[in-house]
């Protein structure tokens, strides 16, 4: 096939990539949106109020995150932690 000048040799573009993890987070994050909005607010009230380390650290890179990085808390940390949902 000879390419013609000011002709696109792929005229539909790049195939668009499809992420299935993202969809399948954001299906999961639609369907349990409510849950993980409690589960936020019960990590800032322990974060705020009761100064808990673990949930101060979960906050702060949750709401400021360093470019490239993830949330990750050791084993140690959340091994005594008594949270009561039903609270809020």
Not at 48 to 53: G, K, L, Q, R, T
Request: aromatic residues 10%; hydrophobic residues 35%; contains cysteine.
């Amino acid at each position: 096939m000879k390419f013609m000048p000011g002709k696109s040799g792929n005229p539909h573009g790049r195939p668009k990539q499809v992420d299935f993890l993202s969809e399948h987070l954001l299906a999961f994050y639609k369907k349990h949106q409510d849950d993980i909005d409690k589960v936020g607010e019960v990590a800032l009230r322990k974060a705020v109020d009761d100064a808990e380390p673990w949930a101060v650290k979960l906050c702060m890179e949750y709401f400021y995150p360093k470019p490239g990085k993830t949330v990750a808390i050791s084993k140690e940390q959340t091994t005594e932690v008594n949270v009561n949902i039903g609270s809020f």
